[in-house]
């Protein structure tokens, strides 16, 4: 909806210092309904289900500054109109407090929420963190008739790539995990530890930078994708990720 909004924004000059902004909501439509089907055909694909974000964040109440450097972003004019159509167009699913990456988790980690083969389509990097299936669509298309590449996370590289986030943190979510530790150095330092030892690793890391448990583990909550066994479906609140 995002790259389909954003993608059709045209400036428009009516005279030496009148500009106003424009966007047609069918070339929108029809450029995120292309984009559906290409997905559905590249993935042999019978049901979608869009997944969508609550406004409320239940992470800005674990940490306030979460996604704060996207206050004064300005949205693209057609993304409300596009989500309404994409209600009425598509099943979907919100839950109050969630970001569509932990519908996406949630319904995707659940053995019987929906049934049959669940892959997940994002090309955002956090999706690595679940266990399951999963579908880049900008690194992972083939040219038709080929059926796109699929790759499987183990529960074991889901731990990992969590583990990862929360040392490295996320610039693009506002999150910023342990000071001075890059995709490398984290690398590093799981390679050299035990996954046992993983946590009380991380913790030290914090540490050595200033920083206590409390902050580690605020990265580590904000960094985890919910799974179904992170939400708490009869009051429909999330269950916080502690270490074990």
């Given at each position: 909806m995002y790259a389909a909004a954003s993608a059709n924004e045209e400036p428009y000059k009516w005279s030496e210092w009148l500009w106003t902004l424009h966007s047609d909501l069918g070339v929108c439509v029809a450029q995120l309904e292309d984009t559906v089907q290409?997905?559905?055909?590249?993935?042999?694909s019978t049901k979608i289900i869009m997944a969508l974000s609550d406004d409320v964040k239940w992470r800005q109440r674990v940490m306030p500054e979460y996604k704060g450097n996207r206050v004064n972003v300005r949205k693209p004019l057609t993304l409300g109109p596009l989500r309404e159509y994409v209600r009425e167009k598509w099943n979907t699913y919100q839950r109050p407090g969630l970001e569509g990456d932990d519908v996406l988790g949630i319904l995707s980690t659940h053995p019987t929420l929906i049934p049959g083969k669940k892959i997940i389509v994002s090309i955002d990097k956090d999706m690595k963190t679940l266990p399951g299936y999963l579908c880049?669509?900008?690194?992972?298309?083939?040219?038709?008739p080929d059926p796109?590449?699929?790759?499987k996370t183990t529960v074991e590289q889901a731990h990992r790539n969590h583990m990862l986030q929360t040392l490295t943190?996320?610039?693009?979510?506002?999150?910023k995990g342990c000071p001075g530790i890059g995709p490398v150095k984290a690398e590093q330092l799981l390679e050299g530890c035990p996954v046992e030892k993983w946590w009380e690793m991380i913790v030290a890391?914090?540490?050595?930078k200033g920083l206590g448990e409390e902050v580690a583990l605020q990265n580590a909550q904000v960094a985890r994708i919910l799974q179904y066994t992170d939400y708490n479906f009869k009051a429909k609140e999330v269950i916080l990720w502690q270490p074990n």
């Open positions: 290409e997905i559905m055909e590249g993935l042999r880049n669509y900008s690194k992972d298309r083939m040219p038709a796109w590449v699929v790759r943190g996320d610039t693009t979510d506002g999150y890391a914090y540490k050595a």
